[in-house]
């Protein structure tokens, strides 16, 4: 009946539980924690911009590496994260931990609300739905520059208390201490991707991303774990921004701009949509990319463009997909 | 056995296309445990019929009542909790997804109750269940495999136990044999005939000699209306029938 030899479904599923999953991943964020103790202080401010933005990366991939749905509005989810963080630390003097919780809960907020609306379509047609409501979203917050600071934005520098450990008072600017925060936010959003992706929920998803109709024909309410999808990877992304906000002391309407939509969508492809590690990857690779780039040119954005055209014509699995595809099937 | 309460029932269900009338007030009855063939001539209404029975169509009007509860208004995802499983006429497995995905997914379907089910179940039920659903079809030994890497008659294999794993009590399969080899049919005829005794089938069929081998009634179709219903030797010998769709 099969041609050539097959294994068992037993040993199989015991073959998919020796594969070092869990290692691997824990293995990165070793890795990542002691890199603080090697690197330079200007590797270790860029690698701690590179983990806030890879936690981005990460909750944009949830949507569209994993349910397919592509996205061109997740500026903002991330901005509304910045606004929530930074604008109650500047008005309302709040704490970090109050501050960062209200930056998680208006990712998740703004995302209920759009993906409510937004959900209704599909494909093309979510794509430019999404933009347009980041646009809104932009517009909005420039409109409303002498709260929001507009374009130049409101630097947080001195209105921040400073993080206590113990009798200890250190700044977030601490290098130190923005490396771990910065370390601990994309922890969270990494292992927490990891773990849906491969729970029950995590494989329905996928289901919708290969043939949504297929998945409603075996009983699954597609659009609640689409909306399910689109929150989580709204409110990650939305604790992406209100890091970023504490971590660097900075808001300001640009990371609500399209273009700030724009590279999750890079770093995704290019890490390789649908892997885990991806994100992480690609964020790390466009980020030194560009930091080459910006020393050689002025022009330093037309590298954003000539990998995304590389992207799509050499590599459309991205880094971690290709080595997926090639090498190790078992990565999630 | 007209006595009983049906366990489906159509009420003067209609679906129009435009100005085109796909399905026009059917009156259609299945009983529990029936293997019952849907036939006609392409463009009868058929898959229009089943399409709304399964919810993936609304009707434009009439009633489609389930075990005694009129679930009309009902969207495809709930009927499917309620028993009522579709296969489609077009394979669709996950081509890109192993075989043993392809069915877990279903498989988990019945498990994921609440919140903690959702997001954390025991693997080894799921296991259990896609280990069961392959052996009942014959392809226990090909779990790892990406789906796409089948042959055509193993696909529908596949496509069938994904609609086993869900435990039906109502099977629809929208031409079943369409593509396979002699020997496929046979062999998928004889699984059917299993599936039967668990579950109420309902297949559109353009394979005759199916049709009567397993079907204990037949329902004949054209023209979105229903124009006849027996068993098969007394549609075989149905003038009417013979002139519409065996062309005799």
Not at chain 1, 38 to 57: C, D, H, K, T
Request: aromatic residues 8%; proline residues 4%; hydrophobic residues 50%.
């Amino acid at each position: 009946m099969m041609e050539g030899p097959v294994a068992e479904l037993g040993p199989a599923a015991a073959e998919e539980r020796r594969r070092p999953v869990r290692a691997l991943h824990l293995a990165i964020l070793a890795a990542l924690l002691a890199a603080q103790f090697v690197a330079s202080p200007f590797q270790r401010s860029l690698l701690a911009r590179i983990m806030v933005l890879g936690a981005y990366a990460a909750g944009y991939n949830v949507l569209v590496g994993y349910t397919g749905l592509m996205s061109l509005g997740h500026a903002m989810f991330f901005a509304a994260g910045m606004y929530a963080t930074g604008l109650l630390t500047y008005y309302a003097g709040a704490g970090a931990a109050a501050a960062f919780a209200a930056g998680l809960a208006a990712g998740v907020v703004v995302s209920i609300v759009v993906g409510v609306i937004a959900l209704r379509t599909s494909g093309v047609a979510f794509l430019i739905v999404t933009l347009m409501f980041a646009q809104v979203f932009y517009l909005t917050a420039l409109y409303f520059n002498r709260i929001t600071g507009g374009d130049q934005g409101l630097i947080l520098a001195g209105r921040l208390a400073p993080l206590r450990l113990g009798s200890l008072e250190v700044p977030f600017t601490d290098p130190a201490v923005r490396y771990n925060l910065a370390l601990g936010v994309f922890a969270a959003c990494f292992l927490l991707t990891l773990w849906l992706v491969r729970s029950p929920v995590g494989r329905v998803l996928i289901a919708v991303r290969e043939n949504e109709e297929r998945t409603r024909m075996l009983g699954y309410n597609t659009f609640a774990y689409k909306l399910v999808a689109l929150v989580v990877s709204g409110g990650l992304s939305g604790m992406a921004g209100g890091g970023y906000t504490l971590l660097f002391s900075y808001l300001g309407a640009s990371f609500a701009s399209v273009l700030f939509s724009i590279y999750p969508l890079l770093w995704t492809l290019l890490g390789g949509a649908g892997t885990t590690i991806g994100p992480l990857v690609g964020t790390a690779v466009m980020t030194y990319l560009l930091d080459l780039a910006s020393g050689v040119t002025d022009s330093y954005l037309i590298v954003v463009g000539v990998a995304l055209v590389l992207i799509a014509i050499r590599f459309p699995a991205g880094i971690m997909g290709t080595i997926r595809a090639r090498w190790a099937r078992w990565l999630p | 056995m007209a006595s009983l309460t049906p366990l489906l029932e159509t009420v003067a269900l209609t679906r129009t296309f435009g100005g085109l009338c796909a399905v026009g007030a059917v009156d259609f009855r299945l009983h529990r445990g029936e293997i019952r063939a849907i036939i006609g001539p392409n463009g009868a209404g058929k898959t229009t019929l089943v399409s709304m029975i399964c919810g993936r169509i609304r009707p434009t009007s009439g009633r489609i009542v389930f075990r005694g509860r009129d679930i009309t208004q009902l969207p495809a995802h709930a009927r499917v909790a309620l028993g009522i499983v579709y296969t489609f006429q077009v394979i669709s497995v996950f081509k890109r997804l192993s075989i043993y995905d392809n069915v877990a997914l279903p498989a988990q379907r019945r498990l994921m109750r609440g919140l903690r089910g959702r997001l954390a179940l025991r693997g080894r039920a799921v296991t259990e269940r896609v280990d069961a659903v392959l052996g009942e079809v014959g392809l226990r030994g090909a779990a790892g495999r990406p789906a796409a890497s089948l042959p055509y008659g193993h696909q529908r294999l596949l496509e069938l136990a994904m609609a086993l794993a869900l435990e039906p009590e109502m099977l629809v399969l929208d031409e079943p044999t369409q593509g396979l080899a002699s020997d496929e049919i046979a062999g998928l005829s004889a699984l059917l005939r299993r599936i039967a005794q668990e579950a109420t089938v309902l297949l559109i069929e353009h394979n005759m000699q199916v049709v009567l081998d397993l079907s204990q009634r037949v329902t004949v179709m054209d023209g979105g209306r229903i124009i006849a219903e027996g068993t098969p030797r007394e549609i075989e010998a149905n003038p009417e029938v013979q002139r519409v769709y065996l062309g005799r």
